[in-house]
């Protein structure tokens, strides 16, 4: 049982632009305690105060309510009673400044303040009545400004930030009956956090563009993991077309897992096309390496081949010297994908690809997984029909072992094959108006085993899925 509601209302009067926004989700989830509720509201206004400055301002209200989201390998490894409960109110104020076509300043200042809670009254691995129970306030500011200079071989991308945590975790753990027996403590997690940074795009050659940089991030943390910590960051990426239809990519680039507010930022988030940032364990350093080729074989064929790598080092508090002492363990990721577009025409596509995905973890803090290697060949077919009707029809292959962990912290290897079937019809109004769409995912409703590295979106659930969407535009 899940339902959705988007709405949006948007208008342009002079010099003055505005949007309006509201979202409801609610599902049940594919098991027990796999439900959820998110509500998120947004105001938006832009203001035009010369031909060469303009302002921004937004508020932005979401709350949100979830059990245990997390797609693990094995089919019981969830907790039956876990409880998150998240509410934030985000104020953000923008301005943008052109000194000359070719010079541009950007500000973006944020202020938010969330109220987070974890309640599980009864862990799967703990006795009965055992209790956990977290709670997390929390308010925040930070402030980005940014530079933009182009010109006709350069472009240069310069800035720095600020950003304030002001946090605390109030968390009791125990038995909780009469006579409760709880170890209450409350732990400060305040943080202090600037970054500076400065990225050149330089086109050396007509069809070679060299990326090089550089950023430093200076951390204070009153939170043990976290600690202080000060790092520069290499920045480096090309991109090179050797001739029509041919383009070689490569990057590479030490990160640090920034304490961000609301987890945006103004810094380029990309080089070369890959991404550098991911949303990993506040405090990771992490270097990541990819590349890639993309040939254009035919008008209407497209093939290529890419592969990242990226070595972490994730902050953690260890437990086993029988006293908490800080430390840092190694963690290793690989994805590699090679895929074929072929369109023909325009009432025909057909997409294939291969996609692999390597995961290392230390046992000392495996998050789930110590070792896994999971392989996936989609295989879709779409149909453009006349008058506004179009199809989808993809099946997927899925190949996964690994070693994973359960919620005791033991270790048990696990492998999984399966195929899922995915398809949808939709027919687009007259005018643009919008269109009405349904689907089905897992149509074969086939169960699986399988573990998802994205905590709260995972990729496949081993249910069958039937939807229906109705998306219109007034204008």
């Known amino acids: ?60 209200y979401r709350h949100s309510e979830r059990g245990d989201l997390a797609q693990r390998f094995f089919e019981d490894n969830f907790s039956p009673g876990e409880r998150n409960h998240d509410e934030k109110n985000v104020y953000r104020f923008g301005v943008r400044h052109d000194f000359a076509p070719n010079s541009t300043l950007l500000g973006s200042f944020t202020y938010q303040q969330e109220d987070f809670s974890l309640r599980d009254p009864a862990p799967k691995e703990g006795p009965p009545l055992f209790l956990i129970d977290l709670k997390r306030p929390d308010q925040a500011y930070g402030g980005e400004l940014q530079h933009l200079y182009r010109s006709g071989r350069i472009n240069l991308t310069s800035g ?51 990326t090089v940089g550089g950023s430093g991030d200076f951390l204070d943390s009153d939170s043990e993991e976290l600690g202080v910590r ?16 041919t383009v070689f990519r490569a990057a590479g680039f030490r990160t640090l897992k920034r304490t961000l507010v609301t987890d945006q930022t103004l810094e380029p988030t990309q080089g070369a096309g890959f991404n550098q940032f991911f949303d990993d364990i506040n405090g990771t350093t992490a270097w990541r390496y990819g590349g890639a080729v993309d040939q254009r074989v035919t008008r209407d064929v497209h093939v290529g081949v890419e592969v990242t790598k990226g070595d972490l080092e994730v902050p953690f508090i260890n437990f086993a010297t029988g006293s908490p002492v800080p430390g840092r363990v190694p963690w290793q990721e690989a994805q590699g994908r090679i895929y074929g577009l072929w369109t023909r025409r325009e009432w025909l596509a057909l997409r294939s690809e291969y996609q692999y995905e390597r995961a290392q ?39 996964q072992h690994g070693r994973f962990e359960e919620f005791s912290g033991a270790l048990r290897s696990g492998s999984s094959d399966f195929a899922l079937l995915d398809m949808g019809v939709s027919y687009r ?47």
């Open 1 to 60: 049982d899940t339902y959705a509601g988007e709405g949006t209302v948007s208008g342009v009067f002079d010099k003055a632009s505005f949007s309006v926004g509201a979202m409801h989700y609610t599902t049940d989830g594919y098991r027990a305690n796999n439900d959820q509720r998110d509500s998120l509201a947004n105001v938006f206004m832009q203001y035009q105060l010369s031909s060469s400055t303009s302002v921004q301002a937004e508020y932005r």
């Open 230 to 245: 000060n790092q520069f960051n290499p920045k480096v990426g090309v991109s090179w077309e050797p001739w029509s239809g």
């Open 361 to 399: 973890r230390s046992d000392q803090l495996a998050d789930g997984v110590t070792a896994m290697d999971t392989h996936r060949v989609p295989f879709g077919v779409s149909v453009f029909l006349p008058h506004g009707f179009s199809a989808m029809l993809r099946a997927t292959y899925v190949h």
């Open 429 to 475: 109004l007259p005018r643009r108006y919008g269109i009405v769409s349904l689907g089905a995912s897992n149509l074969l409703d086939r169960h699986f085993d399988y573990f998802d590295t994205d905590r709260n979106n995972p990729m496949f659930q081993p249910a069958r899925a039937v939807f229906g969407r109705v998306t219109l535009a007034f204008p």
């Open 160 to 210: 720095f930030g600020y950003f304030d945590i002001n946090s605390h975790i109030d968390s009791r753990i125990g038995l909780d009956f009469p006579p409760p027996t709880i170890l209450a403590q409350t732990l400060d997690t305040d943080a202090r956090h600037i970054n500076t940074y400065l990225y050149a795009n330089i086109r050396a050659l007509d069809h070679l563009t060299v």
